[in-house]
């Protein structure tokens, strides 16, 4: 059984309240860090404990604190991303809706390092009823002595906003997001300058996503280094694993990133393994935009060794071979599911969610999803799948912000694993609307499932 | 005549104090949400132009705004929304047969609103409930495992809903 830092106290009855968090140790990061710490030595702690962006660029938490420009008399501020929108990710939803205290309390520790006076959680608009959860624990925190002036006699002020947005994926971009919370649209603005020096109001700016504000906690209570010892390698700490599709336990779980795929699929303490004696055909490991692997590939890199869920390990191969830990969205596939529908959907998406601003996204992302619909409808010709592989090389790289290459590798890592069965629905029209492809060669070399 | 309440003109007050003097323009989005509210569920250009005028905008960045977000409406809609997320998490558990089955029980295509004003249907992008799939938002909460039974119950409450409330 794996270590749990986040989801530890997730079953405790009633623990989205102030007191019940606060009778189960809640809130000691925060008399911690601001009685008896600095606040770079609180920066310098999450240095130590090696944490990686939760959102899913996985870039060095610490090391974003220390870019945030401080110049004399201009506020700062941390925003919280809650735009939570990438397929297969719920994680953050989770930690809000059922442990909102922990957020706060990374919030009130992260604002002290940061010395911001206002911070502010940007949610999704969808996640509504959750707006009220957050209210309610800040006021609870607030009316404790948590939040506002003078938090717990130390001079540290602290306000915390919700602030919610109304329904774009984009937004979870920092500087879209930063765009959307000063009243615009939300398109992504050129970098630099990044928001550390210049983000919402022009102000020095860190955007943080829910659970890397919520790892800040076990950070500061138990020391960077005690963190850093979970884990492996440059994958330290627990992550969250939002897990979905074709399996028979879907839901979130905390892992230790030791642990091998097979094991989080098959075993009865995460995944549960798949449902109705199927077998695994294909797997997106971190998100929509992380590229997809066949069940072979997934389970062992191509090198034969075991995959194990940590940065390193799923991105092992590059991509060639390999993928990415991404956002945490784990979305399985059974032998029935038809890879160019699912990649279909995934385009369309992409399109729905492009903010227009560059051709390439823009355009591309329409092309795409066009194509793959005629070749799901068998209407498709082999030029086609060319012709989509053009169309992604083409917009990868060549956007103001990531989503450009988040609709591209979709589609590129289906068509590099999956070309056969883009072709049979291009050889086999009146077969490709009845049935789907199957599993070809892709199959889980596993005899039996494995039981862990 | 378009006007916000009292109570809710002091609820626009307190969404403004939360951003900088002079950053009112970040109250934008919030204040739409509670116009849109207000106003019978969508955003008509009269709406828009109420909002830029409290906010001390000019009509045109409410406009841009209000079309760019997916959540905002532009055209009146029924008053249960039933927007069902199709993207592939959900396409994989049967998305698709839960838009066709309420298609054929309210008599409508996605996008449409039934002649009673009652209910309008619409497929959606993720909406973070892949786990729970399939799934829809329904106003303010999320409605998840459906299965057609299931979507018989929420149709027969919220008719009851209505009955009661008229």
């Known amino acids: ?452 | 005549m378009i006007q916000f309440s009292d109570n809710k003109l002091k609820e626009v007050e307190k969404i403004v104090a939360r951003y900088p003097e002079g950053r009112q323009k970040s109250a934008l989005i919030p204040v739409l949400h509670l116009a849109q509210q207000e106003f019978g569920g969508w955003l008509d250009v009269p709406v828009m132009d109420y909002v830029a005028s409290i906010l001390k905008l000019s009509p045109i960045e409410v406009y841009e705004v209000a079309t760019f977000y997916s959540m905002f409406n532009l055209k009146p809609v029924g008053r249960y929304m039933f927007e069902v997320c199709q993207t592939g998490p959900c396409m994989v558990r049967g998305a698709d047969d839960i838009v066709s089955y309420i298609g054929q029980k309210l008599g409508i295509k996605p996008g449409q609103t039934t002649e009673d004003g009652m209910f309008t249907l619409k497929a959606v992008e993720c909406l973070g409930a892949c786990g729970y799939a399939p799934m829809m938002q329904m106003g303010k909460h999320y409605k998840e495992h459906l299965t057609p039974q299931r979507v018989d119950e929420i149709i027969e409450e919220c008719r009851k809903s209505a009955a009661t409330n008229n």
């Open chain 1, 1 to 452: 059984m794996g270590r749990k830092l986040l989801l530890e106290k997730a079953h405790v009855e009633n623990i989205r309240y102030f007191d019940v968090y606060r009778r189960e140790g809640g809130y000691r990061s925060v008399e911690k860090a601001l009685k008896s710490m600095a606040p770079d030595a609180v920066t310098e702690e999450v240095k130590k404990a090696g944490l990686r962006g939760r959102g899913g660029a996985g870039f060095p938490a610490g090391m974003k604190w220390s870019f945030l420009a401080k110049p004399e008399g201009v506020p700062r501020h941390l925003v919280v991303n809650a735009d939570e929108s990438e397929p297969g990710t719920f994680k953050d939803r989770y930690l809000m809706e059922f442990l909102p205290h922990i957020l706060i309390e990374g919030m009130i520790v992260a604002s002290f390092a940061l010395g911001s006076n206002n911070s502010y959680i940007y949610i999704r608009g969808e996640y509504w009823w959750i707006v009220d959860i957050l209210e309610q624990a800040i006021e609870e925190a607030r009316s404790n002595g948590f939040l506002g002036k003078n938090i717990l006699g130390t001079g540290f002020d602290c306000e915390i906003y919700v602030h919610r947005g109304a329904g774009a994926y984009i937004c979870g971009e920092e500087t879209a997001l930063i765009e959307s919370l000063e009243g615009k649209r939300g398109n992504p603005r050129i970098k630099p300058p990044f928001p550390a020096i210049k983000g919402v109001w022009d102000r020095p700016t860190v955007v943080n996503n829910v659970e890397t504000i919520c790892a800040v906690v076990p950070i500061i209570n138990e020391g960077g280094d005690e963190y850093a010892k979970i884990g492996v390698g440059k994958s330290t700490g627990t992550k969250l694993i939002s897990a979905c599709g074709n399996i028979n336990k879907p839901g979130v779980y905390e892992i230790d990133m030791t642990i091998s795929v097979e094991e989080f699929i098959y075993s009865d303490e995460y995944c549960g393994g798949i449902p109705n004696g199927k077998r695994l055909k294909a797997c997106i490991p971190g998100g929509s935009s992380v590229p997809i692997l066949p069940a072979n590939l997934l389970l062992k890199t191509a090198k034969g060794e075991t995959r194990m869920m940590n940065y390193e390990s799923l991105s092992d191969g590059g991509f060639a071979t390999g993928t990415m830990m991404g956002s945490g969205g784990f979305i399985v596939l059974d032998e029935d599911q038809c890879v160019v529908k699912n990649t279909y959907t995934l385009a369309r998406f992409y399109r729905h969610e492009s903010c227009g601003q560059c051709s390439p996204c823009r355009e591309g992302t329409g092309w795409m999803e066009k194509l793959l619909l005629r070749l799901e409808k068998g209407q498709g010709k082999m030029s086609d799948i060319d012709l989509l592989w053009d169309i992604q090389r083409k917009i990868e790289g060549n956007t103001i912000c990531p989503l450009g290459d988040a609709a591209a590798w979709p589609v590129a890592a289906a068509i590099r694993h999956f070309r056969d069965e883009f072709e049979w629905h291009v050889l086999n029209p009146d077969e490709a609307v009845k049935r789907n492809y199957g599993l070809a060669h892709y199959a889980d070399p596993l005899e039996i499932a494995a039981t862990v």
